[in-house]
């Protein structure tokens, strides 16, 4: 059985563009290399220690961290006592300061000084799991759900 050649390149052309969306979408969705000069602009701001502005999110992050560690329940309150809009980050906002080229900790340290390579806190849940919450570990970036009553570090956003 003979193909039509126009039919070859019609597949070629929808294999083709199929390519560029996918390229487009993941770069939409911040998983193209995140780290250009400038991102990270400090801040002095009404968290002790300051914030910082990052630029390619457009969002706020505390860049002092308070020592303790909280269950997810005392994370959510403590963020949301910081006044105005502070608040714990969701799932797609934590990783976006995750720096794929470090390790222990996997972020920026001139931005975000002092940070442990330790596991944050998000303020998503696993949908139809209510005794869970997903986290990001700082040692090398990667997410995983855990049990709402363990204790883990917090970094506010807004």
């Known amino acids: 059985m003979k193909r039509n050649p126009r039919s070859n390149f019609a597949r070629m052309v929808t294999v083709a563009l199929a ?3 996918t390229v487009a979408w993941v770069s939409a969705i911040g998983a193209a290399p995140k780290c250009y000069s400038k991102r990270y602009q400090p801040q002095t701001g009404d968290v002790a220690g300051g914030v910082v502005y990052d630029v390619a999110t457009g969002l706020t992050w505390q860049q002092t961290l ?20 502070w608040r714990l980050p969701s799932l797609t906002e934590l990783p976006t300061i995750v720096d794929d080229t470090k390790s222990n900790p996997s972020i920026d340290p001139t931005a975000f000084p002092n940070t442990p390579a330790a596991v944050f806190w998000t303020s998503s849940a696993p949908a139809g799991n209510s005794s869970l919450a997903w986290s990001v570990s700082f040692s090398i970036g990667s997410m995983q759900t855990v049990v709402v009553s363990s204790t883990f570090r917090v970094r506010c956003v807004r």
């Open 19 to 21: 390519l560029v969306a």
């Open 66 to 85: 308070d020592a303790g560690s909280y269950s997810w329940m005392a994370a959510n309150t403590y963020c949301s006592n910081l006044g105005g809009t």
